[in-house]
């Protein structure tokens, strides 16, 4: 079985205030096919969950 496939095309809500360590871990999900959706604070991220229409993990 391949196990690399398991979370692609799956949504990540992720908050992070510094710019550097959004974009390694961004880069870094979407090469496991993992859809990112980026909030800059806490406060930015509940919004963002609160308004999706897609199912966030």
Same mark, same amino acid.
């Given at each position: 079985?391949?196990?690399?496939? $398991?979370?692609?095309?799956? #949504?990540?809500?992720? !908050?992070?205030?510094?710019? !550097? $360590?959004?974009? @390694? $871990? #961004?880069?870094?999900?979407?090469?496991? @096919? $993992?859809?990112? =959706?980026? !909030?800059?604070? @806490?406060?930015? @991220?509940?919004?963002?969950?609160?308004?999706?229409?897609?199912?966030? =993990?």
């Amino acid at each position: 079985m391949n196990n690399n496939k $398991i979370l692609e095309n799956t #949504t990540v809500l992720y !908050a992070e205030d510094e710019d !550097a $360590i959004q974009n @390694g $871990i #961004t880069e870094t999900l979407n090469l496991f @096919g $993992i859809n990112v =959706i980026c !909030a800059k604070n @806490g406060e930015e @991220g509940v919004s963002f969950f609160k308004s999706s229409k897609k199912k966030l =993990i």
